[in-house]
């Protein structure tokens, strides 16, 4: 299966964590990155964080640098994506996205770099 299927999410007091899940079996074999991307009602779609095939790369937004961390599970070609110190301002949809890349470490930004992308989950911070 190519098409990312995110799990995870749900609903966090503010200051709380939550875990997303992301897998693409269908990519295990080649080389690929794979990212995070969120949409809040009324926002456009924003970058979280990429993370490369190899692992060795990642990137983070601004808004989350310090508080997420993506990671790379080479045994189920699965990425996590686990954030701490959650804010009300992270409540959104977050989509995960899949693309093929030419090298190990690529780890691209841009959500025109991904092809594959999950249905996404809700991650509603709330008090």
């Known amino acids: 299966q190519v098409q990312p299927v995110e799990s995870g999410g749900g609903e966090v007091q503010p200051g709380g964590s939550l875990r997303l899940s992301c897998a693409a079996p269908?990519?295990?074999?080649?080389?690929?990155?794979t990212a995070w991307f969120r949409q809040a009602p009324g926002k456009e779609r924003e970058f979280v964080a990429t993370v490369s095939w190899s692992g060795e790369v990642q990137y983070y937004a601004d808004s989350v640098k310090g508080r997420c961390t993506i990671s790379r599970d080479e045994a189920d070609n699965t990425v996590v994506l686990q954030m701490h110190s959650l804010k009300p301002d992270d409540t959104a949809v977050y989509f995960c996205?899949?693309?093929?890349?030419?090298?190990?470490?690529?780890?691209?930004?841009?959500?025109?770099?991904?092809?594959?992308w999950g249905q996404g989950t809700q991650v509603t911070v709330s008090s």
């Open positions: 269908g990519l295990a074999t080649t080389y690929h990155a």
């Open positions: 996205a899949a693309g093929r890349t030419i090298r190990r470490h690529s780890a691209p930004l841009q959500s025109s770099d991904y092809t594959y």
